[in-house]
């Protein structure tokens, strides 16, 4: 469907449910990460890219305090500002209203549809699509003045911790406000400083799903956070971002440790595929992602039997390199390969994984 008709279509959808038309309407894309994972919530360096799939929003305010929305993933449903959160997804809506009070936000009911082809529970950041989603088309529907992307994700972020109750870092709502798809943004998490990228000419990255969901990964995530603050309390640094692998020489590898050696070793990685992106150098980025993920398998400890599984039979179908994408412990793998081989590359990886399947190419 080209972006009018779904545009069209989620407007009807909006004025059937709700019987007018909706305020404002907004649009936001989900991300892979190209290569820098974990190392967001350590201040550290990211390299992700948007995908072409995409959350589209339509909403217009109430008079009363209900906030009701409809969602071609998620069930209908409906709850008052004030209810308490409970894991549904209008909590999203409810966090984005709070976030928004700082800048004249007001805490007003609200009519929602939403519509989206980014699979939830993917390492595609669906829930950050959402929120920023959900953030520029209440700023237009309550008319506030306007704000940037920056802070856009900063909001975003805060709905996902004090809203939803993941800690994540700011890698996935900068990039879903900042970018544009088939853009690779290398990000400092520390001073949130980017710069736009381009792929390696003739090569596209193929997003694939394993077929197998995110499982356990709230719990996983936010003890893996709590282990880096520990390995940077042992290191004496105030964030892994300050570690060197020079620090590691007389410490007993234990999984504090282990999570470090990761972080410090992938923020290397980072900055070796910019320079890869700087001078075309397509092999070399490959290769450090294959790293990568090696680092997530043994080090980190967050990939899976399928994850593995699928990153061996891209690179085995001639992709120059393949990690595992996101958060970890299922969902999708980003391989790199040449642009003319590409779909021959992931038809064959997925005959190989049956329960896996394509889900976008980004290329320039
Ligand atoms: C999730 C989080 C991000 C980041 C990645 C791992 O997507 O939302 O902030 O930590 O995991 O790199």
């Not at 449910?17 to 201040?43: C, K, S, V, W």
């Not at 042992?234 to 999570?259: P, Q």
């Not at 992938?266 to 993920?293: I, T, W």
């Not at 680092?295 to 899976?304: I, R």
């Given at each position: 469907?080209?972006?009018?008709?779904?545009?069209?279509?989620?407007?009807?959808?909006?004025?059937?449910?709700f019987?007018?038309?909706?305020?404002?309407?907004?649009?936001?894309?989900?991300?892979?990460?190209?290569?820098?994972?974990?190392?967001?919530?350590?201040?550290?360096?990211?390299?992700?890219?948007?995908?072409?799939?995409?959350?589209?929003?339509?909403?217009?305010?109430?008079d009363?305090?209900?906030?009701?929305?409809?969602?071609?993933?998620?069930?209908?449903?409906?709850?008052?500002?004030?209810?308490?959160?409970?894991?549904?997804?209008?909590?999203?809506?409810i966090?984005?209203?709070?976030?928004?009070?700082?800048?004249?936000?007001?805490?007003?009911?609200?009519?929602?549809?939403?519509?989206?082809?980014?699979?939830?529970?993917?390492?595609?950041?669906?829930?950050?699509?959402?929120?920023?989603?959900?953030?520029?088309?209440?700023?237009?529907?309550?008319?506030?003045p306007?704000?940037?992307?920056?802070?856009?994700?900063?909001?975003?972020?805060?709905i996902?911790h004090?809203?939803?109750?993941?800690?994540?870092?700011?890698?996935?709502?900068?990039?879903?406000?900042?970018?544009?798809?088939?853009?690779?943004?290398?990000?400092?998490?520390?001073?949130?400083?980017?710069?736009?990228?381009?792929?390696?000419?003739?090569?596209?990255?193929?997003?694939?799903?394993?077929?197998?969901?995110?499982?356990?990964?709230?719990?996983v995530?936010?003890?893996?956070?709590?282990?880096?603050?520990?390995?940077?309390?042992?290191?004496?640094?105030?964030?892994?971002?300050?570690?060197?692998?020079?620090?590691?020489?007389?410490?007993?590898?234990?999984?504090?440790?282990?999570?470090?050696?990761?972080?410090?070793?992938?923020?290397?990685?980072?900055?070796?595929?910019?320079?890869?992106?700087?001078?075309?150098?397509?092999?070399?980025?490959?290769?450090?992602?294959?790293?990568?993920?090696?680092?997530?398998?043994d080090?980190?400890?967050?990939?899976?039997?399928?994850?593995?599984?699928?990153?061996?039979?891209?690179?085995?179908?001639?992709?120059?390199?393949?990690?595992?994408?996101?958060?970890?412990?299922?969902?999708?793998?980003?391989?790199?390969?040449?642009?003319?081989?590409?779909?021959?590359?992931?038809?064959?990886?997925?005959?190989?994984?049956?329960?896996?399947?394509?889900?976008?190419?980004?290329?320039?």
């Amino acid at each position: 469907m080209d972006d009018e008709h779904s545009r069209n279509h989620l407007i009807k959808s909006f004025n059937n449910q709700f019987g007018r038309e909706p305020m404002a309407l907004a649009h936001a894309h989900g991300r892979a990460n190209l290569i820098g994972e974990h190392t967001d919530y350590n201040d550290g360096l990211v390299l992700p890219c948007l995908i072409s799939n995409r959350t589209e929003v339509a909403l217009a305010i109430r008079d009363d305090d209900l906030v009701c929305g409809i969602s071609n993933q998620f069930l209908t449903g409906h709850k008052a500002i004030y209810d308490g959160l409970d894991g549904h997804w209008l909590d999203f809506v409810i966090g984005a209203l709070h976030q928004l009070l700082p800048v004249g936000g007001r805490l007003q009911g609200i009519d929602i549809a939403v519509k989206s082809d980014i699979p939830p529970s993917a390492g595609v950041s669906s829930s950050a699509a959402l929120e920023i989603a959900i953030l520029r088309a209440l700023v237009t529907a309550q008319q506030l003045p306007s704000v940037t992307d920056t802070q856009l994700a900063l909001f975003a972020q805060r709905i996902e911790h004090d809203f939803i109750g993941t800690q994540c870092g700011i890698m996935d709502q900068m990039v879903v406000a900042a970018a544009t798809p088939g853009d690779c943004m290398m990000l400092d998490c520390r001073s949130l400083d980017y710069k736009l990228m381009s792929l390696p000419a003739g090569h596209v990255v193929a997003v694939v799903h394993s077929g197998s969901v995110r499982k356990l990964s709230d719990t996983v995530y936010n003890q893996r956070l709590a282990e880096c603050a520990a390995a940077a309390q042992i290191l004496g640094v105030s964030s892994l971002r300050d570690a060197t692998t020079g620090m590691f020489g007389n410490v007993v590898l234990d999984n504090e440790m282990k999570r470090a050696k990761h972080v410090v070793s992938e923020n290397v990685r980072v900055q070796a595929a910019v320079n890869c992106l700087l001078r075309n150098d397509p092999s070399g980025l490959g290769n450090l992602m294959n790293k990568s993920h090696d680092s997530l398998c043994d080090d980190y400890e967050v990939s899976s039997p399928e994850l593995d599984r699928l990153v061996s039979s891209l690179r085995s179908a001639g992709a120059l390199g393949a990690r595992l994408t996101g958060a970890g412990f299922g969902g999708c793998v980003v391989a790199l390969c040449e642009t003319a081989s590409a779909n021959d590359i992931v038809s064959r990886a997925v005959e190989m994984n049956p329960d896996s399947y394509l889900i976008d190419f980004i290329d320039n």
